[in-house]
Nanobody
Framework: QVQVVESGGGLVQPGGSLRLSCVAS????????AGWYRQPPGKQREFVAS?????GVNYADDVNGRFTISLNGATVYLQMTTLKAEDTAVYYC?????????????WGQGTQVTVSS
């Protein structure tokens, strides 16, 4: 059974930084793509960033230049800098092994990021 676990969330002041991690277990195929999504309070889940192992990276306009998605082995990271109050959300990782398309893989339970002074 595939399990995806996100970690690294927390409370941070505006202008601060956090690094989120996403690790999957029980996966029998190599990672094809991974994406970070977030759900702000009272809003729908939205795309944040993605990485394709045979392609490139992509970012939502409002995080481009502040967030960086990367891979180290099978762990997916989201480095977030210059955080703003509007970045407050539950952040989810979607882990797509080969055989899955970006966004159609396995979801974690999410990690809360709160940006507040």
């Amino acid at each position: 059974q595939v399990q995806v676990v996100e970690s690294g969330g927390g409370l941070v002041q505006p202008g601060g930084s956090l690094r989120l991690s996403c690790v999957a277990s029980g996966v029998t195929s190599r990672l094809y793509a991974a994406g970070w999504y977030r759900q702000p309070p009272g809003k729908q889940r939205e795309f944040v960033a993605s990485i394709v192992t045979v392609g490139g990276v992509n970012y939502a306009d409002d995080v481009n230049g502040r967030f960086t998605i990367s891979l180290n082995g099978a762990t997916v990271y989201l480095q977030m800098t210059t955080l703003k109050a509007e970045d407050t959300a539950v952040y989810y990782c979607n882990y797509a092994p080969f055989g899955y398309s970006l966004g159609s893989g396995f979801w974690g339970q999410g990690t809360q990021v709160t940006v507040s002074s």
